[in-house]
């Protein structure tokens, strides 16, 4: 495998682990606890997440030409998520997944 | 046009309708008004009928051999979200979308 | 309805209307006729689109304070489509589909 | 994490894998090599794969009541594209996930 695609491999697989891990903790964290969990911004910045990483994986999977457009958007995105996560506490393994993914994606975009 | 094209057709564009409503809805209303709106199981109807209708116009727009399993399960899932939403109220517009994409749906699934 | 929801509410539509156009006449028109309307740019080009029509419609019916990343980067893909699709010829639908779409997600990406 | 978590967490990797190998080896292989690759059938498969997988891993990282109709779909589907695979050839990779999958799938909707 070159280093551009083991580079792309990685991305995928922490845009996957932040897609589930976003969409398990809404589902079974924030819309539990309620209270700040469920704050508007939030769950937006939840879904927002789940929604660019899913985008990322279909425009890195495809190795289409455009996946620098939705990996930039995705660490942009990734890092508000991961903002608002830490902000509301109690969601770590969220706050790490997005940093990751993040990360990646930001490598990616570059 | 068809006949069977025609109702297809009438089918994508209620999950269209179903999907975006339920969308905005859960963002602009659910998510505002708080309380019994931002309750788990809400929520989660929700998210399944937007995510059912995604698929279903997607494989519906492909012309899939099997298309009539996603629009089982769509018709399925809009009848539960179409009772959260009565239940709650002041979800008119959801609950008018949800049906008439139940309904079709069911007719595709047949 | 404001004009900023209408215009919104009109972009929703044509990305609604080009990512069944392009899913259509990939499935129905490309893989039939075969030839150039198989070549790998122009199937990936289809393909893009239709995710990113998908995306598009998904950030803004959630009111997503990032959908103008969405927009911008459909806008690009529209156009390439179109092009190849004009290119390739009896696509007609497909173009005039993607350029609407393009149009309307310039204007709200700007 | 208890033997049902466990069993989910295997089932969406393997939807992730069948989802990233199909996408990849479409565009890298089958809209390459074309002749048999790009026959509608074929290329129907596999979209309808990648699509099914996504709607997968989606309804099970929610803890969706309905992943069950989605992982019964989803196996159908990736038998059926593991079949076209074969009979095509050169595609093995893709098979082994597509198998695997509907494994993971036939299970979860059990």
């Known amino acids: 495998m070159s280093q551009a695609t083991a580079t792309m491999q990685q991305c995928?697989?922490?845009?996957?682990?932040?897609?589930?891990t976003c969409s398990q903790m809404l589902t079974?964290?924030?819309?539990v606890e309620g209270g700040p969990h469920v704050q508007q911004d939030h769950v937006k910045?939840?879904?927002?997440?789940v929604a660019a990483c899913q985008a990322c994986v279909d425009f890195m999977s495809r190795h289409s030409a455009f996946h620098?457009?939705?990996?930039?958007?995705?660490?942009e995105i990734c890092r508000v998520c991961a903002d608002?996560?830490?902000?509301?506490?109690?969601?770590?393994?969220c706050v790490d997944a997005c940093r990751a993914?993040?990360?990646?994606?930001?490598?990616?975009?570059?």
Do not use: K, V
């Open 84 to 93: 608002s996560c830490q902000q509301i506490g109690g969601m770590d393994q």
């Open 101 to 110: 993914c993040q990360e990646s994606c930001s490598a990616m975009a570059a």
């Open 12 to 20: 995928i697989e922490n845009c996957q682990h932040c897609q589930t």
């Open 68 to 75: 620098d457009r939705y990996c930039a958007a995705c660490a």
């Open 45 to 49: 910045a939840m879904l927002d997440c």
């Open 28 to 31: 079974e964290t924030c819309l």
